[in-house]
């Protein structure tokens, strides 16, 4: 029982050892900011069309287009926010916060996501 023990113990320790040394070990903060605008507020100056920039520790970013927001167009700019972060979490990331700031058909929603280390 003992000798068994022993020797699924090493057998964990080795295969966390090179799962370890396989990847990235190192954790790191993930900002998803979320534009959720009208097309009238939209083309003002100084504001941003509906959209997701995600900017990834390493400086990466990506841009995901949304629908301007109306009512008709809301469930389904929902349902892509709602994917990207499913996306995000797939790779390692859990939420750390989430805040929002505006009014209806200006507002701006920004995530915190932490990529835990493996």
Request: proline share 3%.
């Amino acid at each position: 029982m003992f000798r068994a023990l022993v020797i699924s113990f090493f057998f964990c320790l080795a295969f966390t050892s090179a799962h370890a040394q396989k990847g990235n070990n190192s954790s790191g903060y993930c900002l998803m900011r979320v534009f959720d605008v009208n097309k009238f507020a939209a083309s003002g100056s100084g504001f941003v069309g509906s959209k997701i920039i995600i900017t990834y520790e390493t400086g990466d970013q990506e841009i995901v287009e949304l629908q301007p927001y109306n009512e008709k167009s809301e469930p389904e700019n929902l349902k892509t926010i709602v994917s990207t972060l499913n996306k995000i979490k797939q790779k390692g990331y859990i939420l750390m916060s989430a805040n929002s700031t505006g009014d209806q058909g200006n507002i701006v929603t920004d995530y915190v996501l932490l990529r835990q280390p493996y």
